[in-house]
């Protein structure tokens, strides 16, 4: 019986109600049928993903194509740089490595790791059990040169992607990352207010605009400076700061051969931001300080050596890596008028 409780369509034209729910059960049934496939990754999506969502396609840094959940919930990165840019986008992964010569998480982002994590090994080098483990649906896995490792990777789940090209800037990397993660509109937002920051702390530079600024990482077998590419320098030089002329070649984003200490003097500049990321490399530089080659720099003389945290200024970072740069040079620059 209709639902308003009318009998006349059922006495006089039953024929017609008959089709009527022929057609009814027609529509029904297509309905069913498209809600199935978009189930099965409809709407431009090409499948189910780790997590049990739909996955879409995107180009790693390698440039090989690889389909990734459009919603990942369980996320495992495998690098520093990685592991920056998931925060600042919002992303809390359930997988990470210790940081560059380390036995824990990079200092300067474990207060940002407020959910539950494992580590699943060190940094570039994990152990795959523990990667199984933590049961990811997507692995963010930097730059690993090993192509075994990536295979072991992959069987855990396909949805691995290399992130990271050796040969670019931070930027370009946090964009791919984001891009893998579907966070491109945050990603936008952050990058907005680096250039912000960058203008800010620009303004406050006073007579140390264009300064000469050496980046140093001391070693146990002696110093190297980073290359005019690498992460902090790329920060330096968007603060409109520039390098000693010695340390411009060669060209790349790695630190220097160590330097003999007869060769200090190519750390000589206006200023100096020196790190290590050992105890023996902090043994090491306290050493070093005593020595007159170092002394008798101008840059230590002038009193302008900062001493900051090599694990940021001395490897590779994101944007809270980013800000603690900008921030180490406001404070030791930005007072100059």
């Given at each position: 019986?209709?639902?308003?409780?009318?009998?006349?369509?059922?006495?006089?034209?039953?024929?017609?109600a008959?089709?009527?729910?022929?057609?009814?059960?027609?529509?029904?049934?297509?309905?069913?049928?498209?809600?199935?496939?978009?189930?099965?990754?409809?709407?431009?999506?090409?499948?189910?993903?780790?997590?049990?969502?739909?996955?879409?396609?995107?180009?790693?840094?390698?440039?090989?194509?690889?389909?990734?959940?459009?919603?990942p919930?369980r996320?495992?990165?495998?690098?520093?740089?990685?592991?920056?840019?998931?925060?600042?986008?919002?992303?809390?992964?359930?997988?990470?490595?210790?940081?560059?010569?380390?036995?824990?998480?990079?200092?300067?982002?474990?207060?940002?790791?407020?959910?539950?994590?494992?580590?699943?090994?060190?940094?570039?080098?994990?152990?795959?059990?523990?990667?199984?483990?933590?049961?990811?649906?997507l692995?963010?896995?930097?730059?690993?040169?090993?192509?075994?490792?990536?295979?072991?990777?992959?069987?855990?789940?396909?949805?691995?992607?290399?992130?990271?090209?050796?040969?670019?800037?931070?930027?370009?990397?946090?964009?791919?990352?984001?891009?893998?993660?579907g966070?491109?509109?945050?990603?936008?937002?952050?990058?907005?207010?680096?250039?912000?920051?960058?203008?800010d702390?620009?303004?406050?530079l006073?007579?140390?605009?264009?300064?000469?600024?050496?980046?140093?990482?001391?070693?146990?077998?002696?110093?190297?400076?980073?290359?005019?590419?690498?992460?902090?320098?790329?920060?330096?030089?968007?603060?409109?700061?520039?390098?000693?002329?010695?340390?411009?070649?060669?060209?790349?984003?790695?630190?220097?051969?160590?330097?003999?200490?007869?060769?200090?003097?190519?750390?000589?500049?206006?200023?100096?931001?020196?790190?290590?990321?050992n105890?023996?490399?902090?043994?090491?530089?306290?050493?070093?300080?005593?020595?007159?080659?170092?002394?008798?720099?101008?840059?230590?003389?002038?009193?302008?050596?900062?001493?900051?945290?090599?694990?940021i200024?001395?490897?590779?970072?994101?944007?809270?890596?980013?800000?603690?740069?900008?921030a180490?040079?406001?404070?030791?620059?930005?007072?100059?008028?």
């Open positions: 019986m209709p639902s308003d409780g009318s009998t006349n369509v059922v006495h006089h034209r039953p024929a017609r008959r089709g009527r729910r022929a057609i009814t059960g027609l529509a029904a049934g297509l309905l069913t049928l498209s809600l199935g496939l978009a189930a099965c990754g409809g709407d431009g999506d090409d499948g189910d993903g780790g997590s049990g969502g739909k996955t879409r396609a995107i180009v790693d840094a390698t440039g090989a194509t690889v389909q990734v959940p459009v919603a919930k996320v495992v990165v495998l690098n520093e740089t990685d592991l920056d840019s998931a925060l600042a986008l919002g992303v809390q992964p359930v997988g990470v490595t210790n940081g560059r010569f380390a036995k824990d998480v990079p200092g300067y982002l474990k207060s940002k790791l407020t959910g539950k994590y494992t580590v699943v090994g060190d940094l570039s080098t994990p152990v795959l059990e523990k990667v199984t483990q933590a049961q990811p649906d692995i963010l896995a930097g730059f690993i040169p090993d192509k075994k490792v990536i295979e072991q990777l992959k069987k855990i789940t396909p949805a691995t992607v290399l992130t990271t090209k050796m040969t670019e800037d931070w930027k370009a990397t946090f964009t791919r990352t984001a891009d893998v993660l966070k491109q509109e945050q990603a936008r937002t952050v990058l907005a207010a680096y250039d912000k920051r960058l203008a702390v620009k303004g406050k006073g007579s140390n605009k264009g300064a000469k600024v050496s980046i140093v990482r001391w070693n146990a077998t002696g110093p190297s400076y980073m290359l005019k590419d690498h992460f902090s320098s790329v920060v330096i030089k968007d603060l409109g700061l520039g390098r000693p002329a010695g340390q411009l070649t060669p060209a790349g984003v790695s630190p220097s051969d160590a330097l003999s200490l007869e060769n200090l003097k190519v750390l000589d500049g206006d200023w100096m931001f020196l790190g290590t990321l105890p023996d490399a902090d043994a090491a530089l306290a050493e070093a300080k005593k020595i007159p080659a170092f002394k008798n720099l101008g840059v230590t003389k002038a009193g302008h050596v900062v001493n900051v945290d090599g694990a200024w001395t490897s590779r970072g994101g944007p809270a890596a980013a800000e603690s740069v900008i180490d040079v406001e404070k030791a620059l930005g007072s100059a008028k």
